[in-house]
Structures are given as C-alpha cells and as structure tokens.
C-alpha cells in the first residue's frame, strides 16, 4: 500500500466537487469562465481570435476593488496578455517557451515546426535527454517565479489572489522522474 500522508492531511481539510465541468473544451474559453464566472456565450471567447473584452468584469478586478494584491503567472500561449488575459491583475506575467528554432506560437505559421518539434521531442524522451526547445516553461520556473512573488509580499498587509496557470498535465506532456514520494 502506497502511503501519502500529505494528500490524506489535504483531503481531511479540502472540499470535494463531485460535479465539476470545464465549461469549453480548449483553454482561452475555459480560463475565461475561470476568471470571469461566465459561460462562453456570454464572455464572447469562444474562437481563435478571441480575447476577453475590457468590459467583462474578471475575478482579478473585483478582487482588487475589494482592496486584494492580484496577481497571476502564466505559461500557456492561449492566455497570453495578447488575449487580455491580465485583465485587473496587479501584476501579470506570461513565461514565454522556449521554441525550436526560435519560432513564435502563431498556429498557422508553425504547423510543420510543431510537427517536427513533436517528433523531436518523442525521440529526445526515448533517449532520456532533455528537448531540444521546450512548448512551454515547467512547473520548476513557474514555482519559483511564484516563491519568489510569495517572498516579496511576505509582509505585506493586504489578502492576496494568485492565478497561475500551470502547462505540464497538457499536451505536449514531458514525463518528470518520479522520486517515490
């Protein structure tokens, strides 16, 4: 029998939702309804172009009416500030990839080089090296960006909000060694 004493300590104290949706099925929609409370219909993201408008309310905005520190990290492309995603967030940072070849995320322009970064990946993985451009930073940089937003504040008087929006359980999926614990 395996023994997790910290995932038992956080279930004694943590509440269960037995009926939670996503309420799209890709990121820029379903983080929008995160962060504003609304369905897709109603905050308008729902396509490629689309960004959250500077009229919808956001969780990060009454949060901070409400006299709350407001900040959030991010790794995924899709809630980038280019989408308005930083929206009534003191502080909002986008870690960037690092790309193969240097290329950007415009989806149209880097379908061949997401391919060929795909096929890379798989072989660099089989042969246990580390990738060659990695599709987005892992939990290692966003953590320590974190801890170190964490440690600035450590004084501060004010409640606090944190996004962060973390990309290792999504694809592409770079498996971590795991310790035992």
């Known amino acids: 029998e395996i023994q997790t004493p910290n ?30 409370g609304r369905l897709p219909s109603s905050h308008g993201v729902m396509a490629k172009p689309d ?11 009454a949060f901070g009416a409400a006299g709350w520190e407001t900040r959030g990290i991010a790794t995924n492309y899709n809630v980038a500030p280019y989408f308005n995603f930083h929206q009534g967030f ?13 290329a950007d995320d415009a989806a149209a322009k880097l379908l061949l ?5 795909r096929v890379i990946e798989t072989v ?4 246990g090296r580390v990738p060659a451009g990695s599709a987005y930073q892992d939990a290692s940089v966003v953590n320590a960006r974190l801890f170190e937003w964490l440690d600035e504040r450590r004084e501060g008087d004010r409640p606090f909000f944190h996004f962060v929006g973390y990309m290792d359980p999504h694809d592409p999926y770079y498996p971590h060694p795991y310790d035992g614990t």
Not at 8 to 33: E, K, L, M, V, Y
């Open 124 to 127: 660099e993985a089989k042969l």
């Open 90 to 102: 003191d502080r909002y940072e986008y870690l960037e990839p690092n790309f193969v070849l240097g």
């Open 51 to 61: 960004a959250l408008a500077d009229e919808l309310t956001t969780m990060p905005e």
């Open 7 to 36: 995932l038992d300590a956080f279930a004694g104290d943590a509440i269960r939702f037995d009926q939670a949706f996503a309420n799209a099925s890709w990121t820029r929609p379903s983080f929008a309804s995160i962060l504003s």
């Open 113 to 117: 080089v997401q391919t060929l970064r």
